[in-house]
Structures are given as C-alpha cells and as structure tokens.
C-alpha cells in the first residue's frame, strides 16, 4: 500500500498559481502512475491529470488542459500539480492517486483503477 499525503492548497485568485504537492510513502512509489483527481461540493469525484511511472507520459481532464501541468520527483516520492490560470470552477477538494499495477505503460482517468488516495487537499479559488 502506499500513503499519500497531499499539501499546498488554499485560497487563490481566479488568473494566479498555486503548486499542489502530494508526498508518497514507502519504496514502490517509483513504479506507480499517478493521479489527481477533484472533487467540488455536490458533484462526482474527476479525473485532472495524470501521469506514467517514468514520467514518460501525462494525461489531462478537458477542463485543465493547457493551465494545469501534473509532474514528479521520483527520488522525492513527490508529484505535483502545477495550477495556472485558476478559475473559481476549479475550486474542489483535490485528491492524489496512486495505481499499483506497477511500470504500467497505460495512465487510468477513472477513479476504479487507482488504489490508494491521499486525504485530500482544499483548494478555493476566488473571482
């Protein structure tokens, strides 16, 4: 199993930044995808992005493509979610994945394939 501990969120401007990061325990985390997912009050949980064990590849929901950029640190057992040009739809409970099917070539957008989640960090953008 691996923990997650998310970090970084908080209240931003809708046209500003905000660096989310998500720590991982243990050794395996080099060899899983990961994800973050979000989820705003009354609505489903969602795919944001994602991105292969290596690095090697990175996949994004429609509504973040080209202001939100997911990456890692393998040898900080760290990804981050970069957020530009937030805007106040954006604003969600924001959740890290991980995928244990380890050196997986294929990044799941659906939350059924991720195994272990972090607590959740809150991010508020206002208008």
């Known amino acids: 199993q691996v923990q997650l501990v998310e970090s970084g969120g908080g209240l931003v401007q809708a046209g500003g930044s905000l660096r989310l990061s998500c720590v991982a325990s243990g050794r395996t985390f080099s060899r899983c995808n990961m994800a973050w997912f979000r989820q705003a009050p009354g609505k489903a949980r969602e795919f944001v992005a994602g991105i292969q064990w290596n690095g090697g590849s990175t996949v994004y929901g429609d509504s973040v493509k080209g202001r939100f950029t997911i990456s890692r640190d393998n040898a900080k057992n760290t990804v981050y979610l970069q957020m530009t040009i937030p805007k106040p739809e954006d604003t969600a409970v924001y959740y890290c994945?991980?995928?244990?099917?380890?050196?997986?070539?294929?990044?799941?957008?659906?939350?059924?394939?991720?195994?272990?989640w972090g607590q959740g960090t809150q991010v508020t953008v206002s208008s």
């Open positions: 994945a991980a995928d244990r099917r380890y050196y997986s070539n294929y990044v799941p957008v659906t939350l059924s394939q991720y195994d272990d």
